[in-house]
T-cell receptor, first 115, second 116 residues
């Protein structure tokens, strides 16, 4: 069965410094992987997705993630944090084998950006 | 393109009462999902519809939760009777996965339910 583990429940960075949010996954099949962001009182928004094409995936707002099969990781990065990046981030795996599109969410990482 | 619409945005009820949530997916999206997000956790799938048929309801507590999508468009999720542990945000999402092969889901703003 697929699962994701977000290694940090809370990450705090200063504005202008790099962001790293870590995610490991478990999957018996070639997974589809996503990062979603959730701002307070707003819906989930897709940041980026990996679906077996290029291993380095670029998303919106300057975020990118690298799929590393050998490490079963899909870490999210951004070179320079902005105050507006403060939010909850979810790493997500899709049950691609069943072709239902069912998403399995990690527990989330709260990103705090300090001025 | 209009996004996924949900109502109400907030609801407070007492335990043992009933409540219903409504979702209108993005036009043309065949697949509709209901998720439950408890505070401090990631969303958990409750039920998935493909048009008006149920694809997956393995995580739906069927003794108290029910959902329908009669005409393959709008959907309602009902809880009867509610328990304290049902306090959560209920998220609706839709996808055009059948048509495009993409699993990208678009989420609504959610309904925050508080059971007292």
């Amino acid at each position: 069965a697929q699962s994701v583990t977000q290694l940090d429940s809370h990450v705090s960075v200063s504005e202008g410094t790099p962001v790293l949010l870590r995610c490991n996954y478990s999957s018996s099949y070639s997974p589809s992987l996503f990062w979603y962001v959730q701002h307070p009182n707003k819906g989930l928004q897709l940041l980026l997705k990996y679906t077996s094409a290029a291993t380095l995936v670029k998303g919106i707002n300057g975020f990118e993630a690298e799929f590393k099969k050998s490490e079963t990781s899909f870490h999210l990065t951004k070179p320079s944090a902005h105050m507006s990046d403060a939010a909850e981030y979810f790493c997500v795996v899709s049950e691609g084998s069943s072709n239902t599109g069912k998403l399995i969410f990690g527990q989330g990482t709260t990103l705090q950006v300090k001025p | 393109e209009a996004g996924v619409a949900q109502s109400p945005r907030y609801k407070i009820i007492e335990k043992r009462q009933s409540v219903a949530f409504w979702c209108n997916p993005i036009s043309g999206h065949a697949t509709l999902y209901w998720y439950q997000q408890i505070l401090g956790q990631g969303p958990k799938l409750l039920i998935q519809f493909q048009n008006n048929g149920v694809v997956d309801d393995s995580q739906l507590p069927k003794d108290r939760f029910s959902a329908e999508r009669l005409k393959g468009v709008d959907s309602t999720l009902k809880i009867q009777p509610a328990k304290l542990e049902d306090s959560a945000v209920y998220l609706c999402a839709s996808s055009s996965a059948v048509l495009t092969g993409s699993y990208e889901q678009y989420f609504g703003p959610g309904t925050r339910l508080t059971v007292t």
